[in-house]
């Protein structure tokens, strides 16, 4: 049995603010001898960067130093949008200060992640 699912809230919704929307992806760069990993995390509004991460290391530590560096810079989104990948499904980045796993209906405001990661609401 996987991780538990949430609907995608993204179709038909209008971008039309900074911190409505953020996503965060991870991929890969080929070296010679290896990969580095890349994590960053966007606000869809502004397409600004607002934090990222490289590691030599598919760690999950990275994966959580960025939505917190991008948290404290600049305060927390309506929507956090991520794929089903493991760092981003993991209890590790799912219980940071001001994303913790749960689905949207009784939070207004509260932080909601898309495309299936329990990412979830605040508890603010």
């Given at each position: ?15 039309e603010?900074?911190n ?7 991929t ?7 990969f ?19 590691s ?7 994966s959580?130093?960025?939505p ?8 927390r989104?309506?929507?956090f ?6 760092q981003?499904t ?12 749960g ?6 405001g ?10 979830g609401?605040?508890?603010?």
């Amino acid at each position: 049995m996987g991780h538990k699912t949430y609907p995608y809230l993204l179709r038909g919704l209008e971008i039309e603010r900074p911190n409505q929307v953020w996503c965060a992806d991870l991929t890969y760069i080929q070296l010679a001898k290896g990969f580095l990993y890349l994590v960053a995390i966007m606000d869809w509004w502004s397409r600004k960067v607002l934090a990222w991460r490289l590691s030599n290391t598919m760690d999950v530590q990275f994966s959580v130093d960025a939505p917190d560096e991008a948290l404290s810079r600049h305060g927390r989104p309506e929507i956090f949008n991520t794929d089903q990948g493991s760092q981003f499904t993991s209890k590790a980045v799912g219980l940071r200060p001001g994303l913790t796993p749960g689905p949207p209906a009784d939070s207004p405001g509260g932080v909601t992640s898309v495309n299936g990661n329990p990412i979830g609401r605040t508890g603010l």
